[in-house]
């Protein structure tokens, strides 16, 4: 029993693609939000995002596995950078765990 070398395959038919400059619009802007909310699994979460030119400000959240919920909110610019801040909102939860008896305490 050894090592066996994986067995290399050659592609071929593929299309070769030419990389050059890509066309930035003059000033870009958009926005989209979107989120989830699936009380099967609990995954809760939120985002938004609006960019006008050179800036960009937006935000998200998520439930933590705690029962807090995370909001980040952020800007970014080319003189400030990237800069957020993050809230947590809400008690914490903590789960409650039943004591373990028995087992092996000793080394092995």
């Known amino acids: 029993a050894g090592y066996a070398a994986p067995a290399a395959h050659a592609v071929t038919g593929g299309h070769a693609i030419a990389a050059g ?7 870009p802007k958009y926005q989209f939000n ?13 985002q938004s ?17 705690d029962g807090t919920l995370r909001v980040v909110e952020y800007a970014a610019d080319d003189v400030n ?13 903590h789960p409650h765990h039943a004591p ?7 080394h092995y």
């Not at 400059?21 to 000033?27: C, D, F, G, I």
């Not at 909310?37 to 995954?43: C, E, H, M, R």
């Not at 373990?100 to 000793?106: A, E, I």
Request: without cysteine; proline residues 7%.
């Open 81 to 93: 950078g990237f800069n957020a801040v993050v809230k947590k909102i809400g008690p914490q939860i």
């Open 21 to 27: 400059p890509v066309a930035v619009p003059a000033h």
């Open 100 to 106: 373990v008896y028995g087992g092996h305490h000793g």
């Open 49 to 65: 995002e609006v960019r006008d030119g050179g800036h960009v400000k937006g935000s998200y959240s998520v439930a933590e596995p």
């Open 34 to 46: 979107y989120g989830v909310a699936d009380g099967l699994t609990g995954d809760h979460k939120t």
